[in-house]
Nanobody, 125 residues
Framework: QVQLVESGGGLVQAGGSLRLSCAAS????????MGWFRQAPGKEREFVAG????????YYADSVKGRFTISRDNAKNTVYLQMNSPEPEDTAVYYC??????????????????WGQGTQVTVSS
């Protein structure tokens, strides 16, 4: 079991920057990949970015590639999502998630077994 707590959400102007954090605890030795998802009002939850917990390999959704950066600090058991040049379309509740027994680059909700409570990000134009 892995517990996740997100923080850092809030209101940001388009073109600004914001950094989300996800503090993890529990059976971290079993984590394969950490990811960020988001859910906008009236839309399904979608994958944003993922990072291999041990090797640090990263991958992104096309919609955020080049603007968002996922990183991790293994010593602090924390994952970050640096959001640069956000757009109003990035407004959503952002969730941190952990995938345990997976291969490759998991991108679906079903691949991730542990979830945080979410943090709201609102981008104003």
């Amino acid at each position: 079991q892995v517990q996740l707590v997100e923080s850092g959400g809030g209101l940001v102007q388009a073109g600004g920057s914001l950094r989300l954090s996800c503090a993890a605890s529990g059976r971290m030795f079993s984590v394969h990949t950490m990811g960020w998802f988001r859910q906008a009002p009236g839309k399904e939850r979608e994958f944003v970015a993922g990072i291999r917990w041990s090797g640090g390999n990263t991958y992104y959704a096309d919609s955020v590639k080049g603007r968002f950066t996922i990183s991790r600090d293994n010593a602090k058991n924390t994952v970050y999502l640096q959001m640069n040049s956000p757009e109003p379309e990035d407004t959503a509740v952002y969730y941190c998630a952990a995938a345990l027994l997976v291969r490759g680059e998991p991108r679906t909700e079903q691949d991730f077994g542990s979830w945080g409570q979410g943090t709201q990000v609102t981008v104003s134009s």
